[in-house]
């Protein structure tokens, strides 16, 4: 079968890191994407990865490992801002290519 | 550069009333998708577009729901007989056509919908 899966809920300090994972069953395999969804606003795109290792942007870093199946999106220097879902999204041709979405992961950041 | 733009932003309607959403993709953009988003889970696909033709509409409940893009620039999305399972965010994106793989997505903030 095919599927995305990811934690509900994430909680972090202000100043430090986090870690949001993903784990993904598909046949095929053509990139992952993660957006960043505030409470009650759209998806923003974040980063796009196809290749495995990581992959650093910066306050975003990106890790691929495809003969897991794993991915996570690394948060640094948190800010409360950072309070939001994050997706996950596979690119599959189980799904005619069309995005395959985790239902997200809520990223709590405390001060 | 204008985003995604959607409307309305909110809707409440009765079990079995009609309701239409309008989505006004980036300019340029000649890919324009629709998507569901239950509360607390992923999107998930009802259609997209590529111009004016239907690429996908295999998700899309077609007994109720209908979508249409003719000039291949805006799209509305409609349900004819609304049900409480249609609770839920209706999310317009667009992007650019690349072959079977498009990467980046841009979303309009979306039509918050409940039926009552």
């Known amino acids: 079968g095919q599927g995305v899966e990811q934690p509900d809920n994430l909680m972090s300090v202000e100043g430090t890191f986090a870690r949001v994972n993903c784990t993904y069953s598909t046949s095929g395999f053509n990139g992952l994407s993660w957006y960043q969804q505030r409470e009650g606003h759209a998806p923003v795109f974040l980063s796009y990865v196809v290749l495995d290792g990581l992959k650093d942007s910066g306050h975003f870093s990106t890790f691929l490992s495809r003969s897991n199946g794993y991915s996570y999106l690394l948060l640094t220097e948190l800010q409360i801002k950072d309070s939001a879902s994050y997706l996950c999204?596979?690119?599959?041709?189980?799904?005619?290519?069309?995005?395959?979405w985790g239902s997200g992961t809520k990223l709590i950041i405390k001060p | 550069e204008a985003g995604v733009t959607q409307s309305p932003r909110y809707a409440v309607l009765q079990e079995g009333q009609a309701v239409s959403f309008w989505c006004d993709p980036i300019?340029?953009?000649?890919?324009l998708y629709w998507y569901q988003q239950p509360r607390d889970q992923g999107p998930q696909l009802l259609v997209y577009?590529?111009?004016?033709?239907?690429?996908?509409n295999s998700q899309l409940p077609s007994d109720r729901f209908s979508a249409v893009r003719p000039k291949g620039t805006n799209s509305t999305l409609k349900i004819q007989s609304a049900k409480q399972g249609d609770t839920a965010t209706y999310l317009c994106?667009?992007?650019?056509?690349?072959?079977?793989?498009?990467?980046?997505?841009?979303f309009g903030a979306g039509t918050r919908l409940s039926v009552l």
């Open positions: 994106a667009s992007s650019l056509w690349g072959g079977r793989v498009q990467n980046t997505l841009y």
């Open positions: 300019s340029g953009h000649d890919t």
């Open positions: 577009f590529r111009d004016e033709a239907v690429i996908d």
């Open positions: 999204a596979v690119r599959s041709p189980d799904s005619n290519y069309q995005l395959i």
